[in-house]
């Protein structure tokens, strides 16, 4: 999608955006990649996010290369969680909100 600067409105709710700065998650070969201050296009109304031609191009290659490790500038740690233990959850939020 390519943009100039002036008002970008969002395809999906024909809002304007405002230019941030976010993270965008890519799942490539079952590992999470994680790429930091990427420019965007965001609406606050509906969530969407949009990148200019040029962002999306560094994002493509980034992926096509495989996230090179030796590219990454930080490392951490992800908290994986599963539906099937909702109920414990539910149970432990419901234990502590009466406690």
Request: a negative charge; one cysteine or more; aromatic letters at 8%.
């Amino acid at each position: 999608m390519v943009h100039n600067e002036s008002a970008v409105l969002c395809e999906a709710c024909n809002r304007p955006t405002r230019r941030d700065e976010v993270y965008v998650t890519i799942w490539l070969g079952g590992e999470l990649n994680v790429v930091e201050g990427v420019p965007a296009h965001v609406c606050d109304h509906c969530g969407e996010q949009y990148y200019d031609a040029d962002i999306e191009e560094k994002l493509r290659a980034l992926s096509l290369a495989g996230f090179p490790r030796h590219l990454s500038v930080n490392t951490f740690a992800v908290p994986v969680f599963s539906l099937d233990h909702l109920g414990d959850v539910e149970a432990a939020f419901r234990q502590k909100k009466s406690a």
